[in-house]
């Protein structure tokens, strides 16, 4: 894997490239991991949004931020914009061409927003990065990441009240998510963020109530449910709207186009919205 940030883009933006040769272990692994037979063989088409196991950013411990993620000041392509906790809060994918496995990619990653504003809970900022991931001289995906950062919770605030998720699915589908998977896939996405795994920081440092299932967990499991219920994908949308733990179960719910995900309690966890490759 090679890694490198090009300034000479227009307006001088830095574009941040990287490549992979997509090993078709990984993706085996996740689908072991969500407990899918494992399929994956060099020359084999990824399952979508399976491209998150791959193009890998390490950094040596001294560059990590306190939530285990890099430190923004040395990540080269998010800016520090001063708040300490991150989420992502959502994104958008074109698919245009299926990605193999074994068969050498190339991610190019640049930032095509960032603001700070002041919200009701105080100070927000919002970043939006744009990938396109090139693979046999074809760009074949294309995906805007939605970051959202934030203050620390005061001691004692309220916290927010999340939306009420729908009851009129036409398929639903019955998941949980073990501290074991939550490990493996922040393994797999070399995703160090501590709220997903170590327990004391997720509930004293960040207020919440157990382990974080990882957002692109949640939105991977429901575009598996929409490819297998509509066929290939040419785009694909969702937004995080509450967080799940770990110790919930949850229903992948799915109507026509929309699908959700919606908690024990009737939160809406997660909105998406699916179009099938004509």
Same mark, same amino acid.
């Given at each position: 894997?090679?890694?490198?940030?090009?300034?000479?883009?227009?307006?001088?933006?830095?574009?941040?490239?990287?490549?992979?040769?997509?090993?078709?272990?990984?993706?085996?692994?996740? +689908?072991?991991?969500?407990?899918?037979?494992?399929?994956?063989?060099?020359?084999?088409?990824?399952?979508?949004?399976?491209?998150?196991?791959?193009?890998?950013?390490?950094?040596?411990?001294?560059?990590?931020?306190?939530?285990?993620?890099?430190?923004?000041?040395?990540?080269?392509?998010?800016?520090?914009?001063?708040?300490?906790?991150? *989420?992502?809060?959502?994104?958008?994918? +074109?698919?245009?061409?299926?990605?193999?496995?074994?068969?050498?990619?190339?991610?190019?990653?640049?930032?095509?927003?960032?603001?700070?504003?002041?919200?009701?809970?105080?100070?927000?900022?919002?970043?939006?990065?744009? =990938?396109?991931? %090139?693979? +046999?001289?074809?760009? /074949?995906?294309?995906?805007? =990441?939605?970051?959202?950062?934030?203050?620390?919770?005061?001691?004692?605030?309220?916290?927010?009240?999340?939306?009420?998720?729908?009851?009129?699915?036409?398929?639903?589908?019955?998941?949980?998510?073990?501290?074991?998977?939550?490990?493996?896939?922040?393994?797999?996405?070399?995703?160090? %963020?501590?709220? %997903?795994?170590?327990?004391?920081?997720?509930?004293?440092?960040?207020?919440?109530?157990? @382990?974080?299932? %990882?957002?692109?967990?949640?939105?991977?499991? @429901?575009?598996?449910?929409?490819?297998?219920?509509?066929?290939?994908?040419?785009?694909?949308?969702?937004?995080?709207?509450?967080?799940?733990? =770990?110790?919930?179960?949850?229903?992948?719910? /799915?109507?026509?186009?929309?699908?959700?995900?919606?908690?024990?309690?009737?939160?809406?966890? *997660?909105?998406? +919205?699916?179009?099938?490759?004509?």
């Amino acid at each position: 894997m090679t890694q490198s940030i090009d300034t000479a883009s227009p307006k001088d933006t830095k574009v941040f490239r990287s490549t992979d040769m997509m090993d078709p272990a990984r993706s085996a692994a996740l +689908q072991v991991a969500l407990g899918l037979q494992p399929s994956m063989t060099a020359g084999a088409e990824l399952p979508p949004f399976f491209h998150q196991l791959y193009f890998w950013t390490p950094m040596p411990p001294d560059q990590l931020g306190r939530d285990g993620h890099p430190g923004l000041s040395k990540s080269g392509l998010i800016p520090d914009l001063g708040l300490p906790r991150r *989420m992502w809060a959502g994104g958008r994918l +074109q698919f245009e061409h299926p990605l193999q496995a074994g068969v050498e990619a190339e991610k190019r990653s640049a930032v095509e927003r960032s603001e700070r504003k002041l919200g009701r809970t105080g100070p927000l900022g919002f970043v939006t990065l744009r =990938h396109d991931i %090139h693979q +046999q001289g074809r760009c /074949c995906l294309s995906e805007w =990441h939605d970051l959202v950062y934030r203050e620390d919770p005061a001691p004692g605030a309220p916290k927010p009240v999340p939306p009420r998720a729908r009851e009129d699915e036409e398929v639903a589908r019955q998941v949980s998510f073990s501290s074991t998977l939550l490990f493996r896939y922040s393994a797999l996405t070399f995703n160090g %963020h501590r709220i %997903h795994y170590d327990l004391d920081y997720a509930c004293e440092v960040e207020g919440y109530t157990g @382990l974080v299932v %990882h957002g692109p967990l949640l939105a991977q499991q @429901l575009m598996l449910l929409a490819e297998e219920l509509m066929g290939p994908l040419a785009e694909f949308s969702f937004r995080a709207t509450a967080p799940l733990m =770990h110790f919930e179960a949850a229903s992948l719910c /799915c109507k026509g186009r929309d699908l959700w995900v919606r908690a024990p309690d009737g939160r809406q966890c *997660m909105q998406a +919205q699916a179009v099938p490759r004509a």
